[in-house]
């Protein structure tokens, strides 16, 4: 990251800004960097200035205690200060984030969001999160940063043995330096169910999108957040995970964002 910007409340946000076009700032999901979004980003470039930043608690970012969402949209805030107008988009938990901020009235185009893991089930989704959310808080005040890594990827439906295979990569080092962040990204799920409620009250375009090879429950939760915004529209590309390729991904954002 090579530029630095300062939230309302003083915690230092460090950003990168590449392309030209209509701007669009990349919010990452758990676990992950501004960094993570980078390569999206590129592909982005030729048509649009994407932004891609270190969310608090982050990679080069600082982080103010306590937490709350609140002050993670005022980073966008201050963010859309410092590059002018632009629009938002979120990957998984990272577009919560972005839906919740377009909700309160941040001064955005447009926004998209790719996978965000709603639960599509009252009794069995507010029951997994409790349960997780539990756990989680335990391991981090514990200070069981690996065990805290554990439950989140378990929780994202990885087995057992690549779980394994995670702690034995170089990677599980980086993996436990964000593990207190995934307390954010926790609380800004809320309780795991989709927030009819404040989504509602998104008045700017929404492009919601999943991949045609995820589980069918996150193809429910995709179509749900295109159904409950006004403005939604909802699409499917064929073949992605969860762990969407940024040259399919970044066409069909190019258009919807410069389009």
């Known amino acids: 990251m090579d530029k630095k910007t300062t939230s309302r409340d003083g915690t230092s946000l460090a ?9 669009v700032i990349l919010v990452s999901g758990a676990m992950s960097t501004g960094g993570t979004v980078l390569p999206l980003a590129e592909r982005l470039a030729a048509r649009c200035t994407a932004v891609v930043y270190d969310r608090r ?3 080069e970012s600082g982080d103010t205690a306590p937490y709350a969402v609140d002050r993670e949209i005022e980073d966008l805030a201050a963010l859309i200060e410092a590059v002018g107008d ?17 909700a309160g ?7 998209a969001v790719y996978e965000v893991p709603y639960a599509d089930h009252l009794a069995d989704g507010a029951a997994r999160e409790a349960a997780y959310k539990e756990k989680l808080t335990g391991a981090l005040a514990e200070g069981r940063r690996g065990d805290a890594v554990e439950l989140f990827l378990r929780q994202t439906g990885l087995g057992e043995e690549m779980i394994e295979r995670a702690r034995q990569s170089p990677m599980w080092a980086g993996m436990e330096s964000l593990a ?11 309780d795991g169910l989709l927030p009819r409620d404040l989504l509602a009250r998104i008045s700017v375009p929404v492009l919601s999108v999943a991949g045609g090879a995820s589980p069918e429950w996150m193809h429910r939760a995709g179509q749900a957040v295109a159904e409950a915004v006004p403005r939604g529209t909802y699409r499917v590309l064929p073949g992605q995970t969860h762990m969407v390729e940024p040259d399919v991904l970044g066409p069909v ?7």
């Open 86 to 102: 632009a629009a938002l988009f979120g990957v998984s938990s990272g577009g919560a984030l972005a839906l919740r901020a377009a």
């Open 253 to 259: 954002l190019a258009e919807f964002f410069a389009g």
């Open 57 to 59: 608690g982050r990679g």
């Open 180 to 190: 207190p962040s995934l307390a954010h990204d926790d609380t800004v799920m809320a």
């Open 15 to 23: 950003y990168h800004v590449t392309g030209q076009g209509p701007t």
């Open 105 to 111: 009235g941040l001064p955005v185009r447009r926004a």
